[in-house]
């Protein structure tokens, strides 16, 4: 995932698709479905639609990314995700 934020910094977002999709298929060969190497994945992915304008995309990746992070209890990996809700708040009358 270096080399896929690395591309994406230095404005290659054809390199940065191609890391990013080796680095997705190696977080899918090691562990399940939403394990934190998914979720960066996914919002790298995102950002990498970003870059080449494909605005539909990446919207659909940091969603998956955010969802999968709320899931997972994952507060941080959400809120870079999209946004993050408030946490619960009891109000007992008192």
Excluded: F, H, N, W
């Excluded at 999209?82 to 008192?94: E, K, L």
């Amino acid at each position: 995932m270096a080399a896929a934020r690395y591309y994406l910094a230095a404005g290659d977002s054809s390199s940065a698709l191609d890391a990013v999709k080796r680095g997705l298929t190696a977080a899918q060969e090691a562990g399940a479905p939403g394990a934190a190497p998914m979720r960066e994945a996914s919002l790298l992915l995102g950002a990498t639609m970003l870059a080449d304008g494909r605005l539909g995309e990446a919207v659909e990746y940091a969603g998956l990314a955010e969802r999968e992070a709320q899931e997972a209890g994952d507060r941080l990996g959400a809120l870079r995700a999209g946004r993050c809700s408030p946490p619960a708040t009891s109000s007992r009358a008192g």
